[in-house]
């Protein structure tokens, strides 16, 4: 049984920094993710990392301000979230992939307020 567990979450003040993680036990495949969703809003796409050469993938609203990242040797994915904004405030949510489907497991989920 595959677990993914965040950790990381808190209040920040705009322009602050965050690092989210996310740690599975049991097997997990590429590609991992992390998805938010704010209050209101459909989940949305954040950021992904994939293949044995971990190329990534950002939503043109994070990039250049967010990074992800994976440590495969302790099995945890990271996101660095520098400049933080208001508009970032949500829930932060990994995910990761099966030998089935992209996107199987999916952790508990994170909350990130960013306060103005």
């Known amino acids: 049984q595959v677990q993914l567990v965040e950790s990381g979450g808190g209040v920040v003040q705009t322009g602050g920094s965050l690092r989210l993680s996310c740690a599975a036990s049991?097997?997990?495949?590429?590609?991992y993710a992390w998805f938010r969703q704010a209050p209101g809003k459909e989940r949305e796409f954040v950021a992904r990392?994939?293949?044995?050469?971990?190329?990534?993938v950002y939503a043109d609203s994070v990039k250049g301000r967010f990074t992800i990242s994976r440590d495969n040797a302790k099995n945890t994915l990271y996101l660095q979230m520098n400049s933080l904004k208001p508009e970032d405030t949500a829930v932060y949510y990994c995910?990761?992939?099966?030998?089935?489907?992209?996107?199987?497991?999916w952790g508990q989920g994170t909350q990130v307020t960013v306060s103005s």
């Open positions: 049991g097997r997990t495949f590429s590609p």
């Open positions: 990392i994939s293949g044995s050469s971990g190329s990534t």
């Open positions: 995910a990761a992939s099966s030998v089935r489907a992209a996107y199987d497991y």
